[in-house]
T-cell receptor
Framework: GENVEQHPSTLSVQEGDSAVIKCTYSDSASNYFPWYKQELGKRPQLIID?????GEKKDQRIAVTLNKTAKHFSLHITETQPEDSAVYFC???????????FGKGTHLIIQP | NAGVTQTPKFQVLKTGQSMTLQCAQD?????MSWYRQDPGMGLRLIHY???????DQGEVPNGYNVSRSTTEDFPLRLLSAAPSQTSVYFC???????????????FGPGTRLTVT
């Protein structure tokens, strides 16, 4: 089955700086890669996703890149703000699979 | 649309008790699933369903049962609760999973379960 590794487990950045979270996956057939943000006590919320036929996708301060050859994808957050503090999860899935395989999460801390 | 709803929000059980966690969605999604979230473990798939009358096991199915009699509802049953089942449980739904490229999944608010 699919295996997703996520790094780092904790990331502390100064407000206004950029943050990068990296994930690798094992199943070369995986073709959908969502990123979820989870605030304390809340549900995971989809913030951005990318499909295997796209190398990069941007949405305002958030971007995701995908390298299919190396089987890794990354989340980039620019101009970080206090409200970006949360746990971020990457995930991977292929069409027809049973469900998402999640990374173990990254706790992003934005220092004022 | 209410989206994905779950009840209860919190539950405390004693070892050996049984209970049902409820999940419902009003988006006419074919696919529904249950995940459990434990500290440092991410979310792990328990059971899933690709349509009414069809269910299957995920990564961690032991100790749980599911059924899907309608498109809207997907309850999760704990047969005999154990302390190892203390966790936060999330239900999720998606338009479809059986396509070349999966659709995005929407999560419910979660149920925090403690087994003593």
């Amino acid at each position: 089955g699919e295996n997703v590794e996520q790094h780092p487990s904790t990331l502390s950045v100064q407000e206004g700086d950029s943050a990068v979270i990296k994930c690798t996956y094992s199943d070369s057939a995986s073709n959908y890669f969502p990123w979820y943000k989870q605030e304390l006590g809340k549900r995971p919320q989809l913030i951005i996703d990318i499909r295997s036929n796209v190398g990069e996708k941007k949405d305002q301060r958030i971007a995701v890149t995908l390298n299919k050859t190396a089987k890794h994808f990354s989340l980039h957050i620019t101009e970080t703000q206090p409200e970006d503090s949360a746990v971020y999860f990457c995930a991977a899935i292929r069409g027809g699979a049973d469900g998402l395989t999640f990374g173990k999460g990254t706790h992003l801390i934005i220092q004022p | 649309n209410a989206g994905v709803t779950q009840t209860p929000k919190f539950q405390v059980l004693k070892t050996g008790q049984s209970m049902t966690l409820q999940c419902a969605q009003d988006m006419n999604h074919e696919y529904m699933s249950w995940y459990r979230q434990d500290p440092g473990m991410g979310l792990r798939l328990i059971h899933y369903s690709v349509g009414a009358g069809i269910t299957d096991q995920g990564e961690v199915p032991n100790g749980y049962n599911v059924s899907r009699s309608t498109t809207e509802d997907f309850p999760l049953r704990l047969l005999s609760a154990a302390p190892s089942q203390t966790s936060v449980y999330f239900c999720a739904s998606s338009y479809s999973i059986w396509t070349p490229e999966p659709y995005e999944q929407y999560f419910g608010p979660g149920t925090r379960l403690t087994v003593t």
